[in-house]
C-alpha cells in the first residue's frame, strides 16, 4: 500500500511540473513579488540616499551653518537648485523629497533673538516623514546654540559692561561651545534598539525579512489550492473514479493525493527560502530545526484546506477561483503583506483564525528575532491542530465522483 | 456593423454566464477593495493608534518624574499611550518579543545625577521589531524629551563658560544664580522654526477604501481584458471559429468583433464595480462625469491594447491564462493600485510610468483629490489612449500575420 501511496503522491508532483503554468505560479511569480515588494518596503538604508535641496538666502554665516550640519547627516543627498521655483518644481516633481529654504536674515535674527521661519516645501505626493524629523532636530541644534550665546550675552551685560566689538566675539565663541554638547553626538540622548536577533543591524519585520516568509506562506497555499484545482478535474474526468477499479483502495488514494500535495508544498517552500537566504540576504539560517517545524506543519495545514477546498467545490474553475480569492485574501489578513500592527485591533484578532499568521508570527521569531525552537512550539501547535482537523474532515467527505 | 457588435455581445453574454469570471473579475476585486479599506483605516486617520508601551524607571528622580508625569501623561499624548510600569530588563524584554508592548522606555538609576552633572546621559528605549512604526513613535517622543533636558543644560553651561575666565566674577556667585536661569530659560521659545508648506494645489486626502476602489478597479480591468483575449484562442481550439467561418462574416468583422467584445467585458466590469463602490462602500469618484468617462474609456481601450498584443505574443491559450494574471498583479502593484506611488524608491517609481495603471490611477486620483476637471485629466488620457493605439497596431497586425 505504501508504494501505492507513493506511485500517485509521485503522479501529482510529475504532473505539477511538466505544467509550465504551475511553474510561474509555484516558482517565478512568487520570487518576483517577494523581490518588488520587499524592496519597496525596506527601510531606507545608506544606498538609497534621500534627495534634498537648499536655497540660502541668508546674508549671514548661519545659513551655511545649517548646511553644513545637513551635509554630515548620513541618509541624504543635496541636489542643486537653481532658484525657489525651480527648488518647489523639483519637489512637486518628487524629483527631490523635500526643499528647504533659509530666509535672507537668518544670521541676523539668531545674533538678535528673533525667531526666523525656514521653510520646508513638501508634496503630497512624497511621505517626508523622516526627513522632516530629521531637519527639526537640526534646527533644533541651531536654535539651541543661538539661545545659549544670547543668553550668555544677555548675562555678561550684568556682570560686566562689554563692548559692542566684543560682543560678536563672544556670540560667536559661546556658539562653539554650545554646539559641542551636539559632537560627537548629543550628550543626552536616545539610546534605541529594537530586539531583533542583530542589534547593530537593527533588522526590523520589513523589506525582504517579511516579504520573504511572508509570501513564501502565500503562494505555498495557493500553489497547493491548485494543485487541489487539478484534482477536482481528475475527478470530473473520471479519472480518479477510475482509479478504483485497480486494486488500490480508497484511503490509498486520498493519501496518495495528500502526500502529494503536501510533498509540493515541501518543494515550493524550501526553494522559496533558499532564494530568500541567498538572493536576499534573509536569515533563514538561525534555527533550521525551528523552520522545519514550521515549514511542516503549515504544509500540512494547507494540504488539509486545500483537499477540503476541492471536496467542496464542483469544478476546476471554481476551485481555481477560490484558490486565489481564499489565499490571497487570508494572507493580506493574517500578515503576510504588511507588518500587521499597521491593522486595525480587531483585525489584528481576526488574524489569528488564518493559519497564515501562524507561520509567519513563528517565522518572525526565527528570522528577525533570532530565537529558538521553544518560541514557536504553539505556532507549531497551532499549525498542527488545524493539518489535523481539517485532513480528517476531507478524508471523511472525500468524494471520487460528482 | 451589426455582426460586429453581435459577436462583441456575445462575448459579453458568455461573460455574465461564467462563474470563474463572476468570482475572478468582480468578487475577488470588491473583496479586496473591502479588506484592504479596513485594514489601512487606521494609517488614515488622525489619531491612529494605541500604542501599549512599558516603563522602567530605575531613576525615580526629578527628571525621570518629568518624563513620566508631565510628557507621557500630558493631554496630547495620554490617549494614545497605554502605559505599563515594569521591574527589570528581562521583563521588558518578555514583554516585546511576547508582542505584548510595542516599546519599552528605560530610565537607568542616576539618570537625574548625571545630566545635573553635566556627564553624558541616555535613556534606553526598546523596540519590537515587529513593530517598528509603533516603536519609532515612542523613539520619537523620548527624543524631545531628552533634546529637551540637553536645551537647558547646554544654555546654562555656555553662560558658566563664557563668565568663568573673568576674575571680576565671582564664581560662587554663579552658583546661586543657576536655579534662576533655569526658570528664565524654561518657557524659551525655539528661535528657528521649521514651517511645512505643501507644493500643491488643495489635495483632500481621500480615505484608503476610495483608494484602492481606484488601484484594485484599474487593476482588475487587466484581468478581465486578458482574460478575454484568452478566448480568441478558446475559439480556435473549440474550432467556433471554423463554424463562424462558414457564415457570412468577415474575417475583418469577426477579428474587430473579438476585439471589441474584450473592450465591452473590461467596460462593463468597471461599471459594475464603480457603481458597487459607489452605493454600497460609498466611495467618492469625484465631481466631474465627463472626466470619470473618459479616464474609464481610455483606461479600458489601453488595458485591452495591452491584451491584444498579449495575445498577439502569446503561444498558447494556457500562456495567457497563466501568465495572464502575474502580469496583471505586477502591473497592479508597479502602477501604485497597492501602495501610493510616493512610497517606492525612485527607480520604481520610474519603471510604473511604462504601466497603464500609472496613468489611469494618477486620472482617477486627480478627479477624487482635487475635483480635478475633465480638462485636468486630458494628459491622463491622451497617454492612455497613446498607449491603446500602439498597443493595437503592434497586436492586430501581428494577429492578422497569423491569421485567426
Redesign the interface.
Known amino acids: 500500500m505504501v508504494r501505492k501511496i507513493f506511485a500517485i503522491a509521485k503522479n501529482v508532483l510529475i504532473n505539477t511540473s511538466r505544467d509550465?503554468?504551475a511553474l510561474?505560479?509555484l516558482i517565478?511569480?512568487p520570487i518576483?513579488?517577494t523581490a518588488?515588494?520587499g524592496?519597496?518596503?525596506s527601510?531606507k538604508s545608506g544606498e538609497?540616499l534621500i534627495p534634498i535641496s537648499i536655497m540660502n538666502y541668508d546674508k549671514g554665516a548661519y545659513g551655511d551653518k545649517f548646511e553644513e550640519f545637513l551635509k554630515e547627516e548620513k541618509d541624504i543627498q543635496i541636489m542643486k537648485v537653481s532658484s525657489e521655483d525651480d527648488l518647489?518644481k523639483k519637489?512637486?516633481d518628487?524629483e527631490i523629497f523635500v526643499?528647504l529654504v533659509i530666509p535672507e536674515n537668518f544670521a541676523e535674527?539668531?545674533i538678535n533673538?528673533?525667531?526666523?521661519?525656514?521653510?520646508?516645501?513638501?508634496?503630497?505626493?512624497?511621505?517626508s516623514y523622516f526627513i522632516?524629523?530629521l531637519?527639526?532636530?537640526i534646527?533644533?541644534r541651531?536654535?539651541?546654540?543661538?539661545?545659549?550665546?544670547n543668553?550668555?550675552l544677555e548675562?555678561?551685560g550684568t556682570?560686566?559692561s562689554v563692548t559692542e566689538g566684543a560682543k560678536s566675539e563672544?556670540w560667536e565663541?559661546?556658539f562653539k561651545?554650545?554646539d559641542s554638547?551636539f559632537e560627537p553626538e548629543?550628550?543626552?540622548?536616545?539610546?534605541?534598539?529594537?530586539?531583533?536577533v542583530d542589534e547593530s543591524k537593527?533588522?526590523?519585520?520589513?523589506g525582504m525579512n517579511l516579504s520573504s516568509p511572508g509570501f513564501a506562506v502565500m503562494f505555498v497555499m495557493m500553489g497547493v489550492f491548485f494543485a487541489g484545482a487539478a484534482m477536482v478535474n481528475e475527478r470530473r474526468l473520471g479519472t480518479l473514479a477510475r482509479l478504483l477499479t485497480t486494486p488500490t483502495g480508497k484511503f490509498a488514494i486520498i493519501s496518495g493525493e495528500m502526500l502529494g500535495f503536501f510533498l509540493l508544498a515541501l518543494v515550493q517552500f524550501l526553494i522559496l527560502i533558499l532564494f530568500g537566504q541567498f538572493a536576499l540576504g534573509v536569515n533563514w539560517g538561525s534555527s533550521p530545526i525551528g523552520v522545519m517545524l514550521i515549514v511542516v506543519s503549515f504544509s500540512l495545514a494547507v494540504t488539509g484546506l486545500g483537499t477540503l477546498l476541492a471536496v467542496f467545490v464542483k469544478?476546476s474553475?471554481?476551485a481555481?477561483?477560490?484558490a486565489?480569492?481564499i489565499s490571497?485574501?487570508t494572507s493580506?489578513?493574517g500578515g503576510s503583506w504588511?507588518?500587521?500592527?499597521?491593522?486595525?485591533?480587531f483585525?489584528q484578532s481576526v488574524a489569528k483564525f488564518t493559519p497564515q499568521y501562524w507561520a509567519v508570527n513563528g517565522l518572525?521569531k526565527l528570522i528577525?528575532?533570532g530565537?529558538g525552537i521553544s518560541?514557536i512550539l504553539i505556532n507549531f501547535g497551532i499549525l498542527m491542530g488545524i493539518a489535523i482537523i481539517s485532513l480528517m474532515l476531507s478524508v471523511a467527505l472525500f468524494k471520487f465522483g460528482d | 456593423m451589426r455582426k460586429v457588435l453581435s459577436i462583441a455581445f456575445k462575448d459579453l453574454k458568455l461573460r455574465t454566464r461564467d462563474f470563474y469570471a463572476f468570482i475572478m473579475l468582480l468578487v475577488m476585486p470588491l473583496v479586496l477593495i473591502f479588506f484592504l479599506g479596513i485594514i489601512f483605516k487606521p494609517m488614515w486617520t488622525s489619531k491612529p493608534f494605541i500604542i501599549d508601551v512599558g516603563i522602567i524607571d530605575k531613576d525615580n528622580d526629578e527628571i525621570s518624574k518629568i518624563l513620566i508625569n508631565d510628557v507621557f501623561s500630558s493631554e496630547n499624548l495620554k490617549d494614545m499611550l497605554n502605559l505599563t510600569y515594569l521591574n527589570s530588563d528581562e521583563e521588558a524584554k518578555e514583554e516585546i518579543n511576547s508582542g505584548k508592548l510595542a516599546a519599552v522606555v528605560i530610565l537607568r538609576s542616576g539618570f537625574s545625577d548625571a545630566v545635573i552633572k553635566g556627564e553624558n546621559a541616555s535613556i534606553v528605549v526598546l523596540g519590537d521589531p515587529e513593530q517598528s512604526i509603533k516603536s519609532g513613535v515612542i523613539k520619537n517622543i523620548v527624543d524631545y524629551f531628552t533634546i529637551e533636558v540637553l536645551r537647558r543644560r547646554t544654555i546654562i553651561e555656555t553662560v558658566s563658560d563664557i563668565l568663568a575666565p573673568y576674575s571680576s566674577i565671582n564664581p560662587q556667585e554663579i552658583q546661586r544664580l543657576i536655579p534662576q536661569w533655569l526658570k528664565e530659560i524654561e518657557d524659551k521659545e525655539d528661535i528657528v522654526i521649521v514651517n511645512p508648506t505643501t507644493a500643491s494645489k488643495n489635495i483632500k486626502s481621500i480615505p484608503p477604501m476610495d483608494y484602492y476602489a481606484v488601484g484594485m478597479g484599474v487593476m482588475y480591468l487587466l484581468f478581465a481584458t486578458n482574460a478575454g483575449a484568452e478566448t480568441i484562442f478558446e475559439e480556435r481550439r473549440l474550432k467556433t471559429y471554423d463554424r463562424l467561418k462558414t457564415t457570412p462574416v468577415s474575417d475583418k468583422n469577426l477579428f474587430v468583433g473579438k476585439i471589441l467584445g474584450i473592450f465591452f467585458v473590461a467596460l462593463f466590469q468597471f461599471l459594475l464595480i464603480f457603481l458597487f463602490t459607489t452605493l454600497v462602500y460609498r466611495v467618492n469618484w469625484g465631481s466631474s462625469i465627463t472626466g470619470l468617462i473618459a479616464l474609464a474609456f481610455s483606461s479600458v481601450l489601453a488595458f485591452s491594447g495591452f491584451s491584444t498584443l498579449f495575445a498577439s505574443i502569446a503561444k498558447s491559450e494556457q500562456q495567457i491564462g497563466n501568465l495572464g494574471p502575474a502580469l496583471a498583479m505586477i502591473f497592479g502593484f508597479l502602477g501604485g493600485g497597492m501602495w501610493p506611488v510616493f512610497t517606492f524608491p525612485s527607480w520604481m517609481n520610474l519603471v510604473s510610468r511604462f504601466t497603464p495603471n500609472r496613468w489611469a490611477i494618477d486620472g482617477f486620483l486627480k478627479l477624487m483629490e482635487q475635483n480635478a476637471k475633465f480638462y485636468e485629466v486630458l494628459p491622463q488620457c491622451i497617454v492612455l489612449l497613446a498607449m491603446a493605439g500602439l498597443f493595437f497596431l503592434v497586436g492586430t497586425s501581428r494577429l492578422r500575420k497569423r491569421g485567426t
Request: charge should be positive; proline fraction near 5%; charged fraction near 20%.
Open positions: 509550465k503554468g510561474i505560479w517565478i511569480m518576483v513579488w518588488l515588494i524592496s519597496m518596503s527601510p538609497n518647489v519637489v512637486m518628487t526643499g535674527n539668531l533673538d528673533i525667531p526666523s521661519q525656514v521653510k520646508l516645501v513638501k508634496s503630497e505626493k512624497s511621505s522632516e524629523e531637519l527639526k532636530k534646527a533644533k541651531i536654535s539651541i546654540d543661538a539661545q545659549a550665546s543668553f550668555s548675562k555678561i556682570f560686566i563672544i565663541r559661546a561651545i554650545a554638547s548629543p550628550s543626552i540622548k536616545v539610546d534605541f534598539k529594537m530586539l531583533s537593527q533588522s526590523l519585520v520589513m469544478t474553475a471554481q481555481g477561483a477560490f486565489v480569492l490571497m485574501v493580506m489578513i504588511w507588518p500587521i500592527e499597521i491593522a486595525p485591533k483585525m518572525t528577525t528575532r530565537f518560541s
